[in-house]
């Protein structure tokens, strides 16, 4: 009896197993030992994305020799494309090829994307004069923009399929350890990217090639190609211990017929006098089994439920954007080489903060604390963040200097006179000593007479939206001025400029780098860095370098009586043109702080309640409508910031916070009335009444043909009894 037991619940087993495509795998502290290969495997890939992207404006502008505004539209193009093509992928795993061969040929795709982008950045290929400087830049650009496509196409590909697979590891019975998984599996996301983008801006840095020496592209898109090809390997490797789904046919066409037919079933029977039917999807009932229509439903609902999630993402987003230039109007004298790691170091605190300490204590408080209320409490944090970050703009704002508008000219002077002159500029009267200037700047509206001592007045007219300067020199007996008009310009670094009054032409150097001959009372070039090399023609030298606080502006001013020898900085004046940056970048860790508790939050738990929500053959759908909302976040950020026209960019920060915490009740109210589901449950129950729906049917068809029969004959008969009927 015993072993009849036995051998029954043995069969039961393996008719569970062989119905869910799911085997028995190995475990080691409860989970499953093949899940362990997907996370290297997706810590591999992301630090091969994300090196890859680090470099890739940077590579545009300085290899290809782009301008900064195609750099960012080729550059925002293709991450868009990444966050579109989930949905290719999602239909290839779920309909035809299933998920792991997805993985596998879409990663081959991948590989063959970085491999390409590798060759691509050698300059040597076509540099036939050996010059440095490739000979055929179209070969280049073809290569490169065929591997960006390989790679969006291959990245966007596998992104829906490797979380679903992930998950398709663990059993019911482990749905703990699966929500763990989904933790884990972003952290080795955040992982990957912080590693890739601390190592491969260094080994950008690096110099190599054949003929000439120049920024190692090659080698920054080189190292995330060989992890690519580590993380295709190390996928494959764990292929014996996967539980392997098995794709449902063509299940989107299904779902999309499925769809159209109950609208058009109910369009056609619209009458009142037609009862009704529980869900506008049960119209469906005539053409499609009820399995199908309840999966449909599933995902319906749940993709009813991104609907508002977007608009966290269009924050989110920028981070890499906005944050990042109001980064650049502070003070980051030690921390801003942090600025593109801040994220990812929060995220390995914050996520085993919030699974190990937050969630545990929330739990004892009795609180249900359930998945969209998770998503919701992320989108209000990323909210908060947002006006966090109002609050430290306003700060800045009180920093920066007035700068002119389009119709307005600014304007300050120097007197390179070797005595004190007095200036008489529009309304303006102020008194200068020699080889100093105004503090200032001022502003006018309309061309302005400037008087110098007690000498004739002359018109100055400057051009609308520039600062300038206007040095004073005496030639001849007589007092002149020299205009130096500049662009208005924001904060970002600091810039400087040479006036040099010294008797003789003098040519400045940086690095390697000359900025040209400066002839005697004129001025140089504006150049982003404090340590140049000052030459007369007998190349006589004198090293001059200055610290600076970040985002300050100078001119330099090299007197007659300049001398190159040891200590010739020392007889070098400065005008301040622009005061540094006074807010430290530090203020903006709270903001980081918000936004990346928001989202751990938030899209941990979106991961994992897209794929605990899904039928068992739409997993990577739903994963990559999931991912859908990055992509539609990303072109909320473009419409909302050309439409607003906010002159403030605190006020801007303000509108998409309020615009989040208006998605977030709208979001709250829907969750409100969400049902949760199991998908598993409810497929085994459909799968149970099955044998019955089916010996339904076959009696109702026995019926059919006992009547279709019964009136055939009949037919028969009255037709032999006319035959009859004429013969006699």
Same mark, same amino acid.
Request: with cysteine; hydrophobic share 45%; charged share 20%.
């Given at each position: 009896?015993?072993?009849?037991?036995?051998?029954?619940?043995?069969?039961? /087993?393996?008719?569970?197993?062989?119905?869910?495509?799911? &085997?028995?795998?190995?475990?080691?502290?409860?989970?499953?030992?093949?899940?362990?290969?997907?996370?290297?495997?997706?810590?591999?890939? =992301?630090?091969?994305?994300?090196?890859?992207?680090?470099?890739?404006?940077?590579?545009? !502008?300085?290899?290809?020799?782009?301008?900064?505004?195609?750099?960012?539209?080729?550059?925002?193009?293709?991450?868009?494309?990444?966050?579109?093509?989930?949905?290719?992928?999602?239909?290839?795993?779920?309909?035809?090829?299933?998920?792991?061969?997805?993985?596998?040929?879409?990663?081959?795709?991948?590989?063959?994307?970085?491999?390409?982008?590798?060759?691509?950045?050698?300059?040597?290929?076509?540099?036939?004069?050996?010059?440095?400087?490739?000979?055929?830049?179209?070969?280049?650009?073809?290569?490169?923009?065929?591997?960006?496509?390989?790679?969006?196409?291959?990245?966007?590909?596998?992104?829906?399929?490797?979380?679903?697979?992930?998950?398709?590891?663990?059993?019911?019975?482990?749905?703990?350890?699966?929500?763990?998984?989904?933790?884990?599996?972003?952290? /080795?996301?955040?992982?990957?990217?912080?590693?890739?983008?601390?190592?491969?801006?260094?080994?950008?840095?690096? &110099?190599?090639?054949?003929?000439?020496?120049?920024?190692?592209? %090659?080698?920054?898109?080189?190292?995330?190609? +060989?992890?690519?090809?580590?993380?295709?390997?190390?996928?494959?490797?764990?292929?014996?211990?996967?539980?392997?789904?098995?794709?449902?046919?063509?299940?989107?066409?299904?779902?999309?017929?499925?769809?159209?037919?109950?609208?058009?079933?109910?369009?056609?029977? =619209?009458?009142?006098?037609?009862?009704? =039917?529980?869900?506008?999807?049960?119209?469906?009932?005539?053409?499609?089994?009820?399995?199908?229509?309840?999966?449909?439903?599933?995902?319906?609902?749940?993709?009813?439920?991104?609907?508002?999630?977007?608009?966290?993402?269009?924050?989110?987003?920028?981070?890499?954007?906005?944050?990042?230039?109001?980064?650049?109007?502070?003070?980051?004298?030690?921390?801003?080489?942090?600025?593109?790691?801040?994220?990812?170091?929060?995220?390995?605190?914050?996520?085993?903060?919030?699974?190990?300490?937050?969630?545990?204590?929330?739990?004892?408080?009795?609180?249900?604390?359930?998945?969209?209320?998770?998503?919701?409490?992320?989108?209000?944090?990323?909210?908060?963040?947002?006006?966090?970050?109002?609050?430290?703009?306003?700060?800045?704002?009180?920093?920066?200097?007035?700068?002119?508008?389009?119709?307005? @000219?600014? +304007?300050?002077?120097?007197?390179?006179?070797?005595? /004190?002159?007095?200036?008489?500029?529009?309304?303006?009267?102020?008194?200068?000593?020699?080889?100093?200037?105004?503090?200032?700047?001022?502003?006018?509206?309309?061309?302005?007479?400037?008087?110098?001592?007690?000498? %004739?007045?002359? *018109?100055?007219?400057?051009?609308?939206?520039?600062?300038?300067?206007?040095?004073?020199?005496?030639?001849?007996?007589?007092?002149?001025?020299? !205009?130096?008009?500049? $662009?208005?310009?924001?904060?970002? $670094?600091?810039?400087?400029?040479?006036?040099?009054?010294?008797?003789? *032409?003098?040519?400045?150097?940086?690095?390697?780098?000359?900025?040209?001959?400066?002839? /005697?009372?004129?001025?140089?070039?504006?150049?982003?860095?404090?340590?140049?090399?000052?030459?007369?023609?007998?190349?006589?030298?004198?090293?001059?370098? =200055?610290?600076?606080?970040?985002?300050?502006?100078?001119?330099?001013?090299?007197?007659?009586?300049?001398?190159?020898?040891?200590?010739?900085?020392?007889?070098?004046?400065?005008?301040?043109?622009?005061?540094?940056?006074?807010?430290?970048?530090?203020?903006?860790? %709270? @903001?980081?702080?918000?936004?990346?508790?928001?989202?751990?939050?938030?899209?941990?738990?979106?991961?994992?309640?897209?794929?605990?929500?899904?039928?068992?053959?739409?997993?990577?759908?739903?994963?990559?409508?999931?991912?859908? *909302?990055?992509?539609?976040?990303?072109?909320?950020?473009?419409?909302?910031?050309?439409?607003?026209?906010?002159?403030?960019?605190?006020?801007?920060?303000?509108?998409?916070?309020?615009?989040?915490?208006?998605?977030?009740?709208?979001?709250?109210?829907?969750?409100?009335?969400?049902?949760?589901?199991?998908?598993?449950?409810?497929?085994?129950?459909?799968?149970?009444?099955?044998?019955?729906?089916?010996?339904?049917?076959?009696?109702?068809?026995? &019926?059919?043909?006992?009547?279709?029969?019964?009136?055939? !004959?009949?037919?028969?008969?009255?037709?032999?009894?006319?035959?009859?009927? *004429?013969?006699?």
């Amino acid at each position: 009896m015993k072993d009849s037991q036995s051998h029954s619940c043995c069969s039961f /087993s393996a008719d569970k197993e062989k119905k869910t495509g799911k &085997k028995k795998s190995v475990t080691i502290f409860g989970y499953p030992l093949s899940i362990f290969f997907i996370v290297v495997n997706e810590f591999c890939e =992301r630090f091969s994305y994300y090196g890859m992207r680090a470099v890739l404006v940077l590579y545009f !502008k300085y290899f290809l020799k782009w301008d900064d505004d195609f750099s960012t539209t080729i550059y925002h193009t293709f991450v868009a494309l990444c966050y579109l093509s989930p949905i290719l992928g999602a239909i290839i795993a779920d309909s035809w090829l299933g998920k792991f061969k997805t993985i596998v040929y879409l990663s081959i795709v991948y590989t063959a994307g970085q491999v390409i982008m590798a060759v691509g950045a050698i300059n040597d290929i076509t540099d036939g004069n050996k010059d440095g400087t490739p000979d055929n830049m179209t070969f280049h650009i073809a290569l490169s923009m065929v591997g960006l496509l390989l790679i969006a196409l291959g990245t966007g590909g596998i992104k829906p399929c490797v979380a679903a697979f992930g998950g398709d590891q663990f059993n019911e019975d482990q749905e703990k350890q699966r929500s763990t998984f989904f933790s884990i599996f972003y952290l /080795s996301i955040n992982a990957g990217s912080l590693l890739s983008t601390i190592i491969t801006p260094i080994l950008r840095a690096q &110099k190599c090639g054949i003929h000439t020496q120049q920024q190692c592209y %090659p080698l920054a898109f080189g190292v995330p190609a +060989a992890l690519m090809v580590v993380s295709l390997i190390v996928f494959i490797v764990g292929s014996g211990m996967y539980n392997k789904t098995a794709p449902s046919g063509n299940i989107m066409v299904k779902v999309c017929k499925c769809i159209f037919f109950a609208i058009m079933n109910r369009f056609h029977n =619209r009458s009142s006098q037609i009862p009704k =039917r529980e869900h506008w999807l049960d119209w469906a009932e005539e053409k499609y089994d009820k399995l199908l229509i309840a999966q449909v439903k599933m995902v319906l609902k749940v993709l009813f439920l991104y609907i508002p999630l977007p608009m966290f993402w269009a924050l989110f987003d920028q981070q890499g954007s906005r944050w990042t230039l109001q980064a650049t109007t502070m003070d980051g004298n030690f921390v801003s080489f942090l600025l593109s790691t801040v994220n990812p170091i929060l995220i390995l605190i914050m996520v085993p903060v919030m699974d190990f300490i937050i969630y545990p204590l929330i739990s004892k408080c009795k609180l249900n604390f359930t998945p969209l209320r998770k998503i919701t409490v992320g989108m209000f944090l990323a909210g908060l963040a947002f006006v966090a970050a109002a609050l430290v703009q306003l700060q800045i704002d009180a920093t920066l200097p007035d700068f002119p508008s389009s119709t307005e @000219q600014q +304007a300050k002077f120097i007197n390179m006179v070797n005595r /004190s002159i007095d200036i008489t500029a529009g309304k303006y009267a102020f008194q200068l000593q020699t080889l100093q200037g105004n503090e200032e700047y001022y502003t006018y509206n309309l061309p302005f007479d400037l008087t110098i001592d007690s000498g %004739p007045t002359e *018109t100055i007219r400057l051009p609308g939206g520039t600062r300038n300067t206007i040095v004073i020199v005496e030639e001849a007996g007589r007092m002149t001025n020299i !205009k130096v008009g500049i $662009k208005v310009r924001s904060k970002s $670094k600091s810039n400087h400029i040479f006036f040099n009054g010294f008797g003789m *032409t003098l040519n400045i150097t940086v690095g390697e780098e000359g900025f040209g001959n400066i002839v /005697s009372k004129n001025m140089s070039t504006y150049v982003d860095v404090a340590e140049f090399v000052i030459k007369n023609a007998a190349g006589s030298t004198c090293a001059f370098k =200055r610290e600076f606080g970040f985002g300050s502006s100078y001119t330099f001013i090299i007197p007659p009586t300049f001398i190159l020898e040891e200590n010739c900085e020392e007889h070098i004046k400065e005008v301040e043109d622009i005061k540094a940056n006074s807010i430290h970048m530090a203020w903006q860790i %709270p @903001q980081y702080f918000l936004m990346t508790s928001g989202e751990v939050v938030f899209s941990v738990t979106g991961l994992e309640f897209s794929y605990s929500q899904a039928p068992s053959n739409m997993k990577a759908v739903l994963q990559a409508g999931w991912l859908l *909302t990055v992509a539609v976040g990303n072109i909320i950020v473009l419409i909302v910031a050309e439409a607003a026209t906010l002159p403030d960019q605190w006020a801007e920060y303000v509108l998409f916070a309020a615009l989040l915490v208006l998605v977030c009740i709208i979001f709250a109210i829907m969750a409100y009335f969400y049902t949760y589901i199991d998908p598993v449950q409810i497929e085994a129950d459909f799968a149970n009444l099955e044998p019955e729906d089916e010996k339904k049917k076959n009696l109702e068809m026995t &019926k059919k043909d006992m009547v279709e029969n019964h009136d055939e !004959k009949k037919r028969r008969s009255s037709n032999e009894g006319k035959i009859v009927q *004429t013969n006699f």
